[in-house]
């Protein structure tokens, strides 16, 4: 027997309903075929569901929540007889419009479920029926029948991850990359030989929760301008539709799934960017899409005349603390675990995550701690880019528990000035090269997340080759994007045919890759940088959907050298644990030598305080403690100086050599088969360029 049976119900148009569920907020399709809705909203006094056939401008059925239908502060309705590959849904509140208390309740706007899997109206990438019409964004029901064939998060250790940050987009619509389906999550799936020859082993996704990229659209200079990077979140339950090949038959969460089952067979894991800080609907002016007619107060900071706080520089800053708000960002990152696999989360400006109702910064934020510290993400990589656009900078001090790491800008900067001629910031480096230990001593080296480059700001090849950004495409007069991004164009600024120019520049970029796979943390590659991939000087493009940003694989092919000495890098940094080890224990070990030590072009000299451009520092490999063959000592000598300079090499226990496996003048050699015929007391190195060698 149904329960519709044995419940009272109503009827409208042949379809019946009755009181529901509170949990799981949404739509949730049930065992006897019925759709349970639920939604919350403390202030509003009244709620409808509205149904819609695909397509539709106007509604096929609405459904007003009877007042025993409300519980608490949540409308909830079980529907019968819905066909959910046909329809789409959305609600509207009645309440109170008093814009002065924060209060924008409007019954003739149709808006979005919050906890809505999927959303229509964007399933085609950059196409819309007309430029001047508004597509409503609405809800639609999925089953959750994907065959995951026993896949699950990989669960690999911190310490042992390289990252690819990377747009999914970009990384394959050039059509250079020769794949059928370009631009898609399908598309990706096809490149993912490629990232496992390159030896990555975790990708970081831009953001892939469903947003709308004519947000702010617009021409200029005869291009389309776009809300390309995403980081204006429209739906953080649903997967970006306009990234499936398959959306148009409303496969985009499969086939997401599909991307993630892959990564996974192949042993990369899959960390999300998710922007909990703020939502696309913007200020005052901004458009009604879900929050700000639901329950404004409850899920944005307002100040006392009910304007939004703007710690985020997108108009508006959610109100993360609030409980119901922290509960939705749970249930969300569950959702994202446990329904699509994925093995962590990078959070954008998460230092607003740490703010109360009233923007001030909080001791004990609930909701990192509420993440940290939670049931099903007990496993998941959580990391924090710790700062926000209000001022708040966190780098080493962000609050929560012990799991969470941290983008640490520290390392970008102090890496990027010395190299380009900044002694003054060795002292500095000297501890990012160490895992940061002045920040993270009580935490350990995986807290920190080491990167040169990452998508907002210079590609590795446009930082040796620009002084200035050059964002006049984006069509702000080159105002937005940062001015202080610490590069040099050694000698001519973009492209050169002066061969001289050309060979420092691919110097100065495998100094910071040197530096960067040797350095204890967790490194950070931007998709691209492998082969020199440049944006023009763009250092903000994030609303270039073309040329600007998409990847050019005939780069590879160009730059096959510069590939070959990452992938050979990062093969080297998998194949010596003592460059990922997460304490700070730099103490003799079994080698009776310093597990760390740095050096000046003496040996064992070196004033760890004081200015200097040359350096070198010495992982000694004790064998037994990293469960390695034989001991193995590697050393790294930096030369940021525009003279030559001899570096005296530390001696060796007996029987043992140094050979080199990297130099940035452009030599590498496969592990095993380091250049061994060299003078074993010094090694001379020429104006600004570095080497890694390695003794057995």
């Known amino acids: 027997m149904r329960l519709i049976d044995t419940f009272p119900t109503n009827e409208i148009n042949g379809l019946e309903y009755r009181i529901g569920k509170i949990f799981p907020f949404g739509a949730t399709l049930e065992a006897d075929g019925a759709v349970n809705f639920s939604i919350y909203s403390k202030e509003a006094t009244g709620c409808t569901l509205v149904l819609f056939q695909h397509g539709q401008k106007k509604p096929w059925i609405e459904i007003e929540f009877p007042e025993e239908f409300r519980i608490g502060n949540v409308y909830t309705m079980r529907v019968y007889g819905i066909n959910m590959d046909t329809m789409e849904y959305g609600y509207r509140f009645d309440g109170e419009y008093a814009p002065e208390k924060g209060l924008w309740f409007d019954k003739k706007k149709v808006l979005l479920d919050p906890y809505a899997k999927s959303v229509s109206g964007r399933s085609v990438w950059g196409k819309r029926k007309k430029k001047s019409e508004d597509l409503p964004l609405r809800g639609q029901i999925i089953r959750e029948d994907y065959t995951w064939r026993g896949d699950k998060p990989l669960e690999k250790k911190l310490e042992d991850l390289i990252i690819y940050e990377m747009h999914i987009r970009s990384f394959t619509q050039h059509e250079s990359s020769n794949i059928k389906h370009r631009g898609t999550y399908a598309g990706m799936v096809e490149k993912i030989p490629y990232l496992k020859e390159l030896g990555v082993n975790c990708v970081e996704l831009m953001p892939v929760f469903e947003f709308d990229e004519f947000e702010n659209a617009r021409e ?21 539709a306009g990234f499936a090949a398959s959306a148009p038959f409303g496969m985009e969460a499969d086939e997401f799934k599909n991307l993630v089952k892959t990564l996974h067979k192949n042993g990369i894991e899959v960390i999300l960017d998710v922007v ?20 404004n107060r409850t899920y944005y900071l307002l100040t006392p005349e009910g304007y939004y706080y703007n710690f985020s520089g997108c108009g508006n800053t959610m109100n993360c603390n609030n409980p119901v708000v922290r509960n939705m960002v749970i249930d ?18 998460a230092s607003i995550l740490s703010r109360d109702e009233n923007g001030a910064p909080m001791m004990n934020p609930p909701l990192l701690d509420s993440i940290a510290q939670d049931a099903v993400l007990g496993k998941s990589i959580i990391i924090a880019e710790a700062w926000d656009a209000g001022g708040l900078y966190q780098v080493g001090s962000f609050p929560g528990h012990s799991r969470w790491s941290e983008w640490n800008g520290r390392y970008r900067d102090s890496l990027r000035r010395f190299i380009k001629g900044g002694g003054e910031c060795a002292p500095e480096l000297f501890h990012r090269i160490k895992g940061s230990d002045d920040l993270y001593g009580d935490r350990g080296a995986s807290t920190s997340i080491n990167f040169v480059t990452c998508h907002d700001g210079f590609t590795l090849y446009d930082l040796v080759s620009y002084n200035e950004k050059h964002n006049e495409a984006n069509g702000e007069d080159n105002m937005d994007g940062c001015n202080d991004n610490d590069s040099w164009n050694c000698g001519q600024e973009g492209e050169t045919a002066d061969q001289e120019v050309i060979d420092l520049r691919n110097r100065q970029m495998k100094n910071m890759l040197n530096i960067l796979l040797t350095s204890r943390g967790v490194p950070m590659l931007l ?38 000495y990452v992938k050979r890098l990062i093969a080297f940094r998998n194949t010596h644990p003592v460059l990922r080890a997460t304490d700070y224990d730099f103490s003799h070990n079994g080698t009776d030598y310093p597990e760390l030590s740095f050096h000046g072009l003496k040996a064992w000299e070196l004033d760890q305080d004081a200015p200097t451009l040359t350096f070198g520092y010495m992982f000694a490999e004790d064998h037994k403690k990293y469960g390695t063959d034989k001991d193995c000592f590697i050393y790294v000598a930096v030369n940021a100086h525009w003279e030559w300079h001899d570096f005296e090499l530390p001696i060796l226990p007996k029987k043992m050599k140094w050979g080199i496996a990297f130099e940035s003048s452009g030599l590498s050699f496969d592990e095993g088969e380091e250049n061994r015929d060299i003078d074993q007391s010094r090694i001379a190195l020429g104006p600004r360029s570095s080497a890694i060698l390695v003794a057995r």
């Open 220 to 240: 200029y200079n005869g291009r389309q301008l776009l809300n390309y990077w995403g980081y204006s979140t429209a739906c953080f339950f649903a997967p970006k």
């Open 276 to 295: 909990f800080n703020h939502t696309a609907e913007g200020n005052e002016n901004g458009p009604f899409i879900s929050y700000r007619g639901i329950d």
């Open 332 to 349: 969300c990152l569950r959702y994202w675990v446990a329904s699509y696999h994925v093995d962590g989360f990078r959070f954008d400006l």
């Open 527 to 564: 998709s691209g940088d492998e082969f020199a991939n440049s944006q023009g000087g763009n250092n903000n493009a994030y609303c270039q959907d073309n040329e600007i940003s998409w990847l050019n694989w005939e780069d590879l092919s160009r730059n096959r050298q510069q590939y070959e």
